[in-house]
């Protein structure tokens, strides 16, 4: 199937901006995504793009979509501890997403 | 709105058995999505239903099944069990392709 690769692990401070990246490697997906993932729990949309946009704001989120390099990145800007967890990129066209192993994010005081 | 369910929460069996696993989806949506998450393959998604229909099936043996109702709820039957069935099986339901809500999932180990 297609790759959907994240590095393993971020740990930033609290207050910082977290940036959590993802590359990809089919170009014909609608849609990527981002996922949150705490313990114990299922996943959490967090938030989207459509793959005719560069970039997507949220509140706290930045999404910026590099199609050229097939590069997708999540921004979370004043992070807090509440943030801690895994955050997964996925794309897809339908209703099956192809996702990443996802990124540990890790807040500390 | 109740989010998604999914019962039960834990489940031990042995190898060999079967299982069935369900989920309810959020009221009104009526498209249900079964993913298989574990640590060493992460997400993959098993199989996706519509009104009763399965529309979409990942690359899953056949001892993986599925079938919806038609008030949506639906259910996954793994018969078989071996020990890398040993999981969190999660299911999503959505109105609109770009929006799937996840429930907590089911634990399955087996032993």
């Known amino acids: 199937g297609e790759d959907v690769e994240q590095s393993l692990f971020l740990s930033v401070r609290e207050g910082d901006s977290s940036v959590i990246n993802c590359t990809y490697t089919d170009s014909s997906s609608t849609y990527l995504y981002w996922y949150k993932q705490e313990p114990g729990a299922g996943l959490q949309l967090l938030t989207y793009?459509?793959?005719?946009?560069d970039m997507k704001q949220d509140q706290r989120l930045t999404v910026l979509l590099n199609k050229k390099d097939k590069h997708l990145s999540l921004r979370i800007a004043d992070t807090q501890t509440g943030d801690s967890a895994i955050y997964f990129c996925a794309q897809g066209t339908g209703y099956a997403l192809n996702f990443g192993k996802g990124t540990s994010l890790l807040v500390t005081p | 709105k109740a989010g998604v369910t999914q019962t039960p929460r834990y489940l031990i069996k042995t190898r060999g058995q079967q299982v069935t696993l369900s989920c309810s989806p959020i009221s009104g949506h009526r498209s249900v999505s079964w993913y298989q998450q574990t640590p060493g393959q992460g997400l993959q998604f098993l199989f996706e239903y519509f009104s009763e229909t399965q529309r979409n099936k990942g690359n899953f043996p056949g001892r993986f099944s599925g079938r919806q109702f038609s008030n949506s709820r639906s259910e996954m039957n793994v018969s078989t069990l071996e020990l890398g069935d040993s999981a969190l099986y999660l299911c999503?339901?959505?109105?609109?392709?770009?929006?799937?809500?996840f429930g907590p999932g089911t634990r399955l180990t087996v032993t």
């Open positions: 999503a339901s959505s109105v609109k392709v770009n929006e799937q809500y």
């Open positions: 793009i459509f793959s005719n946009m």
